[in-house]
């Protein structure tokens, strides 16, 4: 769905922005995989997304286009 990133920063979900790599990595073998819940584009390209993690169906946002959006995306 796609949506602005005023109200993906509104979402109440986990937010996962600031992570370090090695805590994506981890988040990441936990899970499984993500779904792709909602996404925002700005000028730029994407600029921020909601996943949902396949394994404990829990809902992680991030808000900012840093690494983790486009290792997660």
């Known amino acids: ?17 600031r992570l ?6 981890d ?3 936990k899970e499984g995989y993500f779904i792709r ?4 584009i700005g000028v730029y390209g ?3 997304c909601v996943l949902k993690g396949y394994n404990t169906g829990t809902l ?3 808000t900012s286009r840093n690494s983790n959006l ?4």
Request: hydrophobic share 30%; net charge neutral.
């Open 1 to 17: 769905m796609k949506t602005t990133l005023k109200e993906i920063k509104n979402y109440w979900c986990e937010d996962i922005t």
């Open 27 to 29: 988040l990441k073998n």
């Open 37 to 40: 819940v909602a996404y925002s």
């Open 70 to 73: 486009f290792y997660l995306y």
């Open 60 to 62: 992680y946002k991030i």
């Open 46 to 48: 994407l600029t921020g």
């Open 20 to 25: 370090s790599s090695e805590e994506i990595q």
